[in-house]
Nanobody
Framework: QVQLLESGGGLVQAGGSLRLSCAAS????????MGWFRQAPGKEREFVAA????????YYADSVKGRFTISRDNAKNTVYLQMNSLKPEDTAVYYC????????????????WGQGTQVTVSS
């Protein structure tokens, strides 16, 4: 497992941007697929984006394609989620996740999760 700490959440107007960061601890960070999930009030947690350890493959939910970009810096043990053109429906707690497997992470079966950061988009 790796320990994960998210930051960068906040309140933004619709159409605005935010960048989330997730700092990881653990020597094997560079071998983990990293991803972001979100959970809105009264809804189930849903997949947002993921990036393979090498950065060679990324995955996005249809709802965020073209607006969100996931990236990582293995030297800094950090993964980022750049969120542009934010909409009120993007309001949620955003969680960082890590797993050695792309498939397990995208399916929500990661063995490592952060505590979450709140993103609120006002209309």
């Amino acid at each position: 497992q790796v320990q994960l700490l998210e930051s960068g959440g906040g309140l933004v107007q619709a159409g605005g941007s935010l960048r989330l960061s997730c700092a990881a601890s653990g020597r094997t960070f560079s071998r983990y697929t990293m991803g972001w999930f979100r959970q809105a009030p009264g809804k189930e947690r849903e997949f947002v984006a993921a990036i393979r350890w090498s950065g060679s493959r990324t995955y996005y939910a249809d709802s965020v394609k073209g607006r969100f970009t996931i990236s990582r810096d293995n030297a800094k043990n950090t993964v980022y989620l750049q969120m542009n053109s934010l909409k009120p429906e993007d309001t949620a707690v955003y969680y960082c996740a890590a797993d050695p497997s792309d498939g397990e992470l995208v399916a929500g079966n990661s063995d490592s999760w952060g505590q979450g950061t709140q993103v609120t988009v006002s209309s």
